[in-house]
């Protein structure tokens, strides 16, 4: 048996491996955190519509120079109840800090909502860490806007003359459709003031490439005429009798036979002479306004843009409060 002594050592030589074994553990567990994981948000940071993709960069990094691989996976989960799930994926799907890999969720069939994004990251020692993001996806509005993407060309013109710009049309989230543009209004407002018009009139927004079109600011001013013939005509043409009237009197007078030759060759020469301003023309350079006698009057005038579609969906930026898309032209 043992004695009291034996037992007291005992004892005490398990309260010493206790107090090891609790003192190297956490030491332990500490020694195999040898990388660190941290996430941006997404961008779009308001949220993606259902069928778009979110991105999002993850930091992997290390505090004690750790240079060993680390595999990275990510998934998905809702409180809510739905059947169809946004898709993650993680590239480079294996990295070594310090690096940056990139997190795309594409959410093509999932339901607006609020969706937990989990990515975890595993080192061959087992060292495991998490990080979780948070997406919303929400029904954004499928629309357009309408800006001038060349500024018009040039800025100050005679009555008359026009100046152009470039007009583009640029499509909101997944929108597609025919836009058609036209100018909703022109200040100041006046009788004659400029008209615009565009080339295409209707643009078609089909999610390839951004579409663009012409816009011809166009201005009344005087035009030429051509010249037109002035003087009266009748008073000549009375002279063409002068010579019928002489043979006249030639024949009756039963004059000398051998001086009517001449006689006619007289008259036929006078004639002529007497005819030259009736078969001319006295012209005068005229002038005149265009067809509706308009001139459009010295100013600045500013040009506010719109469309709409085959849906009667106007661009987002162009409201009642907010005019994005205009044109200045100055008429001198």
Same mark, same amino acid.
């Given at each position: 048996?043992?004695n009291?002594?034996q037992?007291?050592?005992?004892?005490?030589?398990?309260?010493?491996?206790?107090?090891?074994?609790?003192?190297?553990?956490?030491?332990?567990?500490a020694q195999?955190?040898?990388f660190?994981?941290?996430?941006?948000?997404?961008?779009?940071p308001?949220?993606?519509?259902?069928?778009?993709?979110?991105?999002?960069?993850i930091?992997?990094?290390?505090?004690?120079?750790?240079t060993?691989?680390?595999?990275?996976?990510?998934?998905?989960?809702?409180?809510?109840?739905?059947t169809?799930?946004?898709?993650?994926l993680?590239? %480079?799907?294996? $990295?070594? %800090?310090?690096a940056?890999?990139?997190?795309?969720?594409?959410?093509?069939? $999932?339901?607006?909502?609020?969706y937990?994004?989990t990515?975890?990251?595993?080192? %061959?020692?087992?060292?495991?860490?998490?990080?979780?993001?948070?997406?919303?996806i929400?029904?954004? %509005?499928?629309d357009?806007?309408?800006?001038?993407?060349k500024?018009i060309?040039?800025?100050?013109?005679?009555?008359?003359?026009?100046?152009q710009?470039?007009?583009?049309?640029?499509?909101i989230?997944?929108y597609?459709?025919?836009v058609?543009?036209s100018?909703l209004?022109?200040?100041?407002?006046?009788?004659?003031?400029?008209?615009?018009?565009?080339?295409?009139?209707?643009?078609?927004?089909n999610g390839?490439?951004?579409?663009?079109?012409v816009?011809?600011?166009s201005?009344?001013?005087?035009?030429?005429?051509?010249t037109? +013939?002035?003087g009266? +005509?009748?008073?000549y043409?009375?002279?063409?009798?002068?010579?019928?009237?002489?043979l006249?009197?030639?024949?009756?007078?039963g004059?000398? +036979?051998?001086?009517?030759?001449?006689?006619?060759?007289?008259?036929?020469?006078?004639?002529?002479?007497?005819?030259l301003?009736?078969?001319?023309?006295?012209?005068?350079?005229?002038?005149?306004?265009?067809?509706?006698?308009?001139?459009?009057?010295?100013?600045?005038?500013?040009?506010?843009l719109?469309?709409?579609?085959?849906?009667?969906?106007?661009p987002?930026?162009?409201?009642?409060?907010?005019?994005a898309?205009?044109?200045?032209?100055?008429v001198?």
């Open positions: 048996m043992l009291s002594r037992v007291s050592r005992t004892i005490l030589f398990g309260l010493l491996l206790c107090i090891f074994a609790a003192a190297h553990v956490p030491l332990a567990a195999t955190q040898n660190t994981l941290s996430a941006s948000t997404f961008s779009p308001a949220g993606v519509d259902p069928g778009g993709t979110a991105t999002a960069n930091t992997l990094s290390t505090a004690d120079n750790y060993g691989s680390v595999a990275l996976s990510c998934a998905v989960t809702s409180s809510e109840s739905t169809t799930l946004p898709v993650c993680i590239s %480079p799907a294996d $990295a070594t %800090p310090s940056t890999p990139s997190l795309t969720v594409t959410t093509v069939g $999932a339901a607006p909502g609020t937990t994004i990515v975890t990251g595993t080192s %061959p020692g087992s060292d495991t860490e998490t990080v979780a993001l948070f997406l919303n929400v029904s954004v %509005p499928q357009y806007t309408l800006t001038v993407s500024a060309s040039p800025g100050t013109v005679s009555a008359g003359f026009g100046a710009a470039t007009v583009t049309v640029t499509p989230s997944s597609t459709g025919m058609t543009l100018c209004s022109i200040t100041p407002p006046v009788t004659a003031a400029p008209f615009c018009s565009f080339n295409p009139a209707t643009v078609d927004v390839s490439g951004t579409p663009t079109s816009l011809t600011v201005t009344f001013g005087v035009v030429q005429n051509q037109k +013939r002035t009266p +005509r009748t008073f043409a009375l002279w063409l009798a002068i010579p019928g009237l002489a006249a009197g030639i024949g009756a007078s004059g000398r +036979r051998r001086k009517l030759p001449g006689l006619l060759l007289l008259m036929v020469v006078a004639s002529g002479l007497l005819l301003p009736s078969c001319g023309s006295s012209t005068t350079p005229t002038t005149s306004n265009n067809a509706n006698n308009l001139v459009t009057p010295k100013n600045t005038y500013t040009v506010t719109t469309g709409v579609d085959q849906n009667g969906v106007s987002s930026n162009i409201t009642s409060t907010s005019a898309a205009t044109v200045s032209l100055t001198n």
